[in-house]
T-cell receptor, first 115, second 112 residues
């Protein structure tokens, strides 16, 4: 079974400050990992993905994440927060092969950006 | 850019009624999914569908739920007899052979 833990259901940063959203995963096989963003009353938009190539993954809107196998982590970062980054962020894991490759999501982190 | 579409955006129904949620996946995608998100909670997997059959389903996806790909473009989720606890946002997703799933905007189902 796979699972994802997102520490911190709410994170608040100042505009221009570093954004760090934490994600730890559990998987019996090498995982594929994703970060999705959800703006209010909208669907899920893919920010970035790790599919066993480079461990440092760059995504849209200046976000990046680093896959660390030894720490079973895939934390999301952005050097400088912008007001438009305020949203809910979900980390998700899947198996590379087999079955329907369902995504298992974490509980989400609500990011607030303050002036 | 191709996208997944879902209709309706909001559906209100009475307890015990049947509802059908519709999705049009991206045209060259082969794998299809339904997820749901109860208000304030995480996104949960319901079912995956490939080659005209269910490939995996969760415990949530009981006999009240069914999926169908009635033609070459639509992918539907039917709930036979809705319950209050079925109130949620339902997301359709699709993918090619790659891992990345593309999500639709969701259908908000309200059961009264």
């Amino acid at each position: 079974a796979q699972s994802v833990t997102q520490l911190g259901s709410h994170v608040s940063v100042s505009e221009g400050a570093l954004v760090l959203l934490r994600c730890n995963y559990s998987s019996s096989v090498p995982p594929y990992l994703f970060w999705y963003v959800q703006y209010p009353n909208q669907g899920l938009q893919l920010l970035l993905k790790y599919t066993s190539a480079a461990t440092l993954v760059k995504g849209i809107n200046g976000f990046e994440a680093e896959f660390k196998k030894s720490e079973t982590s895939f934390h999301l970062t952005k050097p400088s927060a912008h007001m438009s980054d305020a949203a809910e962020y979900f980390c998700a894991v899947t198996r590379p092969t087999g079955g329907g490759n369902k995504l298992t999501f974490g509980t989400g982190t609500q990011l607030k950006v303050e002036l | 850019e191709p996208e997944v579409t879902q209709t309706p955006s909001h559906q209100v129904t009475q307890m015990g009624q049947e509802v059908i949620l519709r999705c049009v996946p991206i045209s060259n995608h082969l794998y299809f999914y339904w997820y749901r998100q109860i208000l304030g909670q995480k996104v949960e997997f319901l079912v995956s569908f490939y080659n005209n059959e269910i490939s995996e389903k969760s415990e949530i996806f009981d006999d009240q739920f069914s999926v169908e790909r009635p033609d070459g473009s639509n992918f539907t989720l039917k709930i036979r007899s809705t319950k209050l606890e079925d109130s949620a946002m339902y997301f359709c997703a699709s993918r090619t052979g790659d891992a990345e799933q593309y999500f639709g905007p969701g259908t908000r189902l309200t059961v009264t």
